[in-house]
């Protein structure tokens, strides 16, 4: 919603203050120059990015108009979610796991929270460490060394979208320079014109090199820091959630396993720990 926000206001500063300053909007509009522009960089992101990746990037963005997947909410269901595997594993024994975290779709327990399921690399993450713990057999360091391996491998796959995307809008001033270039080439061919006919062809050369910086610094770029921003805030989730599994995996309880996953979510969506306790309990 708020990059929908930003948008307009980006589109309303530049293009409302041309109109205030006596500038023929008309000028502006020119399709072929966008065309030059906009096919040009799509067709440099097409050769620079694989089809998965291209397919992710669309996702993103717009995963980013609709808003955050990120919240408050998300992080309480969260630690209940966590909180009733742990008392599962507490009053019945880890082998009681199995049953969730081999269909998770299935369970009684995971059903209960479609804010997190929908979120398969999450589910999948949690499935995944539990198991080794079913297993047995495995330190609880090496279970955690697993898991930061896991979080980095999704963490740089999280930011190549931004990344693509960063370098494609570091090319679009040069490309606006391509389509000003070949408007001053079209211009040359009538400089035995009448001046308005040649003014008029510079001033559309340069509209090339301004819808070039324009829809870089506007917009390529600041949409490329955003879809970062997310995947920084996505990563937070996976360490909240290593931080109560490994706990629960050294032998603590399942509050206290849930209170060191609390202290790992960022300062913006943390609750309190009485919050906390009384959600995951059940409290009203």
């Avoid at 009448?194 to 559309?204: D, L, M, S, W």
């Avoid at 805030?233 to 309880?253: P, Q």
């Avoid at 913006?268 to 919050?275: C, G, L, N, V």
């Amino acid at each position: 919603m708020f990059v929908l926000i930003g948008a307009i206001i980006v589109l309303f500063a530049v293009f409302g203050g041309f109109v205030m300053e006596g500038g023929p909007l008309k000028l502006i509009v020119q399709p072929v120059e966008f065309l030059i522009i906009g096919g040009a960089a799509l067709g440099a992101m097409i050769i620079s990015a694989p089809k998965k990746l291209l397919t992710k990037i669309v996702a993103k963005v717009m995963g980013s108009l609709k808003g955050g997947s990120i919240s408050r909410q998300l992080y309480l269901d969260l630690l209940k979610l966590m909180y009733e595997i742990f008392q599962v594993t507490r009053k019945d024994g880890l082998i009681a796991l199995e049953s969730h975290i081999e269909h998770p779709d299935q369970s009684k327990i995971f059903t209960k929270y479609p804010h997190i399921t929908k979120h398969h690399h999450i589910i999948s993450f949690m499935t995944d460490t539990f198991r080794l713990i079913v297993l047995g057999g495995i330190a609880p360091h090496d279970i955690e060394s697993l898991m930061d391996l896991d979080i980095d491998t999704h963490h740089q796959e999280s930011m190549q979208p931004g990344m693509i995307l960063q370098k494609i809008g570091d090319s679009m001033p040069g490309l606006g320079i391509v389509a000003a270039v070949l408007g001053i080439v079209i211009t040359m061919q009538a400089i035995n014109g009448p001046p308005e006919e040649i003014g008029h062809k510079v001033a559309v050369a340069l509209v090339g090199t301004f819808l070039g910086i324009f829809m870089s610094y506007g917009f390529i770029q600041p949409l490329a820091t955003n879809l970062d921003l997310a995947a920084e805030e996505e990563s937070k989730v996976y360490d909240a959630i290593k931080s109560g599994v490994i706990s629960l995996a050294k032998g603590f309880n399942p509050i206290v396993s849930v209170e060191f996953a609390r202290r790992s979510i960022p300062n913006d969506y943390r609750p309190s720990f009485q919050e906390m306790e009384k959600f995951v309990k059940g409290v009203k």
